[in-house]
């Protein structure tokens, strides 16, 4: 069975420490002012006799099944890879700008010193290496888990196994994309996922302009092969009549005069001189 | 009047070679460009085909990569050498862009008879034609507007993780828009370009002129007539 890797948070855990962020940008030299993961939090609601209580939910790129910007990306720069990882190839991103308004966690940015598409990738280099990803590594108090939820032994698949019916994950309005980021219980806050949304050049592209050149070509080609066809069975009249031997190119000129004086195109012939 | 055996001479070596280089490296950007569209609701083809394309250049997006930096350097080389053309002959692209640009009283009649005898074999008599008939300035407007739409669109696209801010990103999303649009069309009328000139019995003589530079008298006389009046003038005039 394919590797299905993903990653189990349990937010009630999470002390906005931060630690996950700043090992992230560490281990990944993600470019100033830009961060790949992130710490949301549900203020506290303070009321008379009543337990004020916070919540911290720590997130990242959700590695999608059905990843919208994926379908937003017009190179095939990001894809979806084997192991179920959503991927980003810098050296064929076009820096278009298309995922980062599809995703419906904001989790895709321009990196501001590359000027290329950029995410978390689950540290490939670490895995490489046989550590988890450096969020999960550094995490104080293991609210991330991260593992192959495909594998039974996994970390992860244990923990989802053990929580089974009480896991959730943040879902975008209008369009389940399939997020592999599973929530433990519940978590807080909820509802922030916006609608995935191509780019209006984006849709101009394939909803008006793709249709478009298709039909123009298709046209196109079809009148060539509606003219190609009368030129050979025009060609076929003259080959049977004169059965002079072959009709083709060894003197350019003298063929297209005769067969010119075979052809309807005579009356264009004379036409350039009647005309003045 | 000229003799009917003699040859006019019409494109100077310049225009030849910037015509063959133009081919070469539209068709060269075209293979590398439909290899570099990739995704399920644009794919002009199929998957397979930029999967094809990738995989001589190792596959998957590396081979995509590949691909990229190929139609970039090719995009390049094809910027330059129309500079480098413009240099050497700026007043042949001049005559170009004046002769496609003006439409005479009965070209569009042309055109319009012109294509009804091709496709459906009827058609009434043809008005006269000068430098170029109708049908070869409309191609040559469509690759003017749409090469530089290519140009200007594939500029903005090289220069997009070169120069290019997030904030302006949107600009590159409509440069795809533009560049795929420009290309489509333009190919559309390539497909006739390439069948009346190479295919097409009657132009024989002027595809023959693509690398010559010149075409006997009398097909100039029967195909363009009015340039050939105008030479003939001249030429008096001159005496």
Redesign the interface.
Known sequence: MNQRLAMVIDSAKCIDCKACQAACKQANHVSRGAWRNWIKEAAPVVENGKLARGHFQPGACMHCDEPSCL???????T?KSADGSVGI?P????????C?AACPYGAR??D?V???ADKCDYCPQRRAAGLAPACVDTCPTKARVFGDINDPDSAAAKLLAANQGRVVRIVAKGRDTKPNMYYIASTAPEGWAVKPVD?L??N???QV??P???Y??G???L??L???G??LMA?QKPKASHHAGPDTTSD??A???Q??AN???T???E?????? | MTPANAEIKRHAPSDIRIHWFNAACWLLLLVTGLGLIKNEKLNPLGAWLPDALRGLFGGGSAGGAVLLTIHEIIGVAWLLGFAAYLAVNGGGARFFLAEIFSVRPGDLSWLARKMARMTVGVGKELPPQGYYNMGQKAFAQASVAGGAAIAVSGIILLLSDKLFPASLAWLVGWAVTLHYLAVGLVFAGLLVHIYMAAISPEEKPGFRSMFTGSVPADYARHHHYLWVKGLEEEGQGGK
């Open positions: 379908a937003a990306c017009p190179t095939g720069a894809f190839d050296k064929l991103c076009i820096g278009c700008g298309n980062i940015f321009r501001p590359r000027r290329k780019p050049s984006f101009a592209l394939t302009v793709a478009l050149v298709r123009a070509v046209l196109s080609g009148g060539v509606v003219m190609l009368r030129q060609g350019p000129e063929e297209s005069r067969g010119t052809k309807p195109e009356a264009d012939k036409d350039g001189h009647d005309a003045r």
